[in-house]
């Protein structure tokens, strides 16, 4: 069993930049690919950014791309999103997911566990 936990959300203006954090507990960390997804109000979940277990690979969504970045340390059970030039179309509940998968993947039914979710809005 993994728990996750996401911290960092907020309000942020156009072109703001935002850090978010998912602390991780229970099993071995190192061995999950880590994801973030999002979901906009009356939208469907989406693929964001995921992460390789060493943190030698990454899997961007093109909308993303250029934007965000994905960082973990598995010293410390964390995974982190950095979202640069935000715009107010990423406004958005942002969660962390892990898959117990030896390759990145980017469908949420390959993910086993999740976090709760945070609220990233981005509005002038």
């Known amino acids: 069993q993994v728990q996750l936990v996401e911290s960092g959300g907020g309000l942020v203006q156009p072109g703001g930049s935002l850090r978010l954090s998912c602390a991780a507990s229970?099993?071995?960390?190192?061995?999950?690919?880590m994801g973030w997804f999002r979901q906009a109000p009356g939208k469907e979940r989406e693929f964001v950014i995921a992460?390789?277990?060493?943190?030698?690979?990454?899997s961007v969504q093109n909308f993303v791309k250029g934007r965000f970045t994905i960082s973990r340390n598995n010293a410390q059970n964390t995974v982190y999103l950095q979202m640069n030039s935000l715009k107010p179309e990423d406004t958005a509940v942002y969660y962390c997911?892990?898959?117990?998968?030896?390759?990145?993947?980017?469908?949420?039914?390959?993910?086993?566990?999740w976090g709760q979710g945070t609220q990233v809005t981005v509005s002038s």
């Open positions: 997911a892990a898959a117990d998968s030896q390759f990145i993947v980017t469908s949420s039914h390959e993910y086993d566990y």
């Open positions: 229970g099993r071995t960390f190192s061995s999950y690919v």
């Open positions: 992460i390789s277990r060493a943190g030698t690979g990454t």
